[in-house]
């Protein structure tokens, strides 16, 4: 007579002998396309793919989103035909057909994109050596925030009325690491804005309109120039904000691809073809 095995409980019966290991899809989030991968045990993982309005990286990143949709199709045709090993060997062969190289193009556009970020923040933040002229007025600055308590240091580098010099001796010396976060990105905001102003020449080119009141109204309109600056800046944070979604996007595009391929994030990472 034949034994019959025991087996230990709990028992588990697989109702659906057809069930797919992992099944990828696209959704349009209304910021942008979310790829998704389901594991018949459960866990999912999720990649943004922002929609970008404009700048050197949307139009690369709406091409990464058209070969994500491809690729959710191949791994459904997949399935079709292939089963265990061999169908992660295909899905990890179509991922990196479909994405490597769109992703590594886009690492490679992201990169230069961050390099031009970086510069010109630097550019804008940067303090020019003081002159005779201007020498005076730092050192006075300085005096002044040396004598100040924590309050009134916030209240300087707060003030959208505190003077481009003041604020330059106090990024020279370092002084604003003495207040907040936000007094700290206040005064840089602002810095910036106004090096903006006087590098470019924007003043110039900001002129007073005569009014009724003042038919002959004549020099420059500071308020246009600075609205002209910050407008400037404004993109500015656009640019080095889509760097940091598309560097997001990378990231989480590895780690969903990680499980229906069997291979960790980073190996997913150096399938990324930049050449």
């Known amino acids: 007579m034949n034994q019959i095995p025991k087996r230990e409980f709990p028992l588990r019966f697989d109702n659906q002998p057809d069930q797919k290991p992992f099944v990828f899809e696209m959704n349009d989030s209304g910021r942008g396309l979310v790829l998704t991968v389901r594991a018949s045990g459960g866990e999912s993982r999720t990649a943004l793919l922002p929609a970008l309005s404009d700048g050197p990286l949307a139009q690369m990143t709406k091409y990464v989103g058209e070969c994500a949709k491809a ?3 191949d791994v459904a045709g997949l399935h079709e035909s292939f089963k265990g090993g061999e169908l992660t060997n295909r899905i990890r062969s179509a991922a990196a057909a479909r994405l490597g190289k769109a992703c590594g193009q886009l690492q490679s556009q992201g990169i230069k994109e961050a390099q031009d970020v970086a510069a010109s923040r630097a550019a804008l933040t940067a303090v020019d050596p003081a ?3 201007t020498a005076h007025l730092r050192a006075d600055a300085l005096a002044k925030w040396n004598a100040a308590d924590r309050a009134g240091r916030e209240a300087v580098a707060i003030s959208e ?3 481009y010099e ?6 020279e010396s370092g002084a604003l ?3 907040s976060d ?4 206040a005064a840089t905001e602002r810095y910036m804005a106004q090096r903006l102003v006087a590098k470019s020449g924007s003043t110039a080119a900001h002129q007073i309109a005569p009014t009724y009141e003042r038919p002959l109204a004549v020099g420059p309109d500071h308020r246009a120039a600075r609205e002209a600056a910050t407008h400037e800046l404004n993109k500015l944070t656009a640019r080095a904000e889509a760097v940091a979604s598309v560097e997001d996007m990378l990231r989480r595009i590895c780690d969903v691809l990680s499980p229906a391929t069997n291979l960790s994030p980073h190996d997913i990472y150096n399938t990324f073809d930049r050449k």
């Open 71 to 73: 690729f959710v199709a």
């Open 131 to 133: 002159t005779v002229a």
């Open 177 to 179: 690491t003495a207040v």
């Open 182 to 185: 936000r007094a700290r990105d």
């Open 161 to 163: 009325a505190t003077p």
């Open 166 to 171: 003041t604020t330059a001796a106090l990024i």
